[in-house]
């Protein structure tokens, strides 16, 4: 939220009125006397009375609705799994070029655990059960996963900017609230939506449109960013939301469809967002 506050009293008032919001607000605003004073912030940020002390003549709802995929845009999926199947080639004494075949099979997460599991199970050799070794799989990526770089500056930019933030995740609920909270991610959204809670998966409008529900933000203006062109950016661009898409050193093949901007890291974004 970008508040646009004229400071429509006398210096002295003004310099009150602020040395009063720094002492019991949130934070310093440092709101300069007879000047126009841009505030970012919520209504939260001032404390009771200040604002009406203030009578801000204009008061803008700059507010924009930026979603956000987690696998591999905000979580570092790739490295967890690479890692993780790292540790299991060693764990059942297995070569190196076994773990390049076991992240081929989990195909970006897009494979179905119990079949690959199966599989792995059949090729290697293992008497172990599927059942098993998809629970310790999927504990053990979750406590593998870190943030990918910069992901959490960006969203702290998002908030402090004004924006409403949702996570849009495909995903079980266990697995994708797991990884969320392991991350420190919930403190830093507005909502989560996750396909497991609701029974449908992106790119279904009806993700995109729950966090706008969600957050109260609507999907005019809105944006999309993830690495998936199907699940994020076709999804999202049938919407009319604009899109960004992590290339995660891929090109881009689809003709159908474009995102309106390709980045390399999240970093990268910050321009088109404003900040
Ligand atoms: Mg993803």
């Known amino acids: 939220m970008l508040f646009v506050v004229r400071a429509d009293v006398d210096g002295q008032a003004v310099g009150q009125a602020s040395h009063r919001i720094e002492q019991g607000g949130k934070g310093a605003l440092g709101l300069r006397p007879g000047r126009l004073n841009l505030i970012t912030g919520t209504i939260d940020d001032l404390p009771g009375g200040q604002f009406d002390t203030l009578r801000p003549q204009l008061w803008l709802d700059w507010s924009m609705l930026v979603m956000i995929d987690l696998d591999n845009t905000l979580a570092d999926r790739q490295r967890a799994v690479a890692d993780w199947a ?3 080639c060693r764990r059942h004494d297995q070569e190196t070029r076994t773990v390049e075949w076991i992240i081929d099979l989990d195909n970006d997460g897009y494979s179905n655990r119990r079949d690959v599991f199966a599989t792995i ?6 008497r172990t059960s599927v059942n098993g070794l998809v629970a310790n799989y999927r504990r053990r990526v979750v406590e593998l ?3 990918t770089a ?3 500056d960006f969203l702290q930019a998002l908030h402090q900017n004004g924006h409403k933030v949702a996570i849009v995740t495909n995903g079980s609920s266990q697995s994708q609230h797991a990884k969320i909270d392991a991350l420190g991610l919930r403190d830093l959204v507005d909502a989560i939506v996750v396909s497991g809670d609701l029974g449908i998966e992106k790119p279904d409008a009806k993700m995109f449109e729950a966090a706008a529900r969600a957050t109260g933000a609507p999907l005019t203006n809105a944006w999309m960013i993830g690495d998936s062109p199907h699940h994020d950016i076709y999804g999202a661009d049938l919407l009319g939301v604009q899109t960004a898409w992590l290339r995660r050193g891929r090109q881009w093949t689809e003709s159908e469809y474009y995102p309106t901007v390709q980045v390399d890291s999240l970093r990268q974004l910050l321009p088109d967002l404003g900040i």
């Open 86 to 88: 790292d540790e299991f």
């Open 150 to 152: 910069g992901a959490i």
């Open 145 to 147: 996963t870190e943030p």
């Open 121 to 126: 199970n059949e090729q290697l050799g293992l």
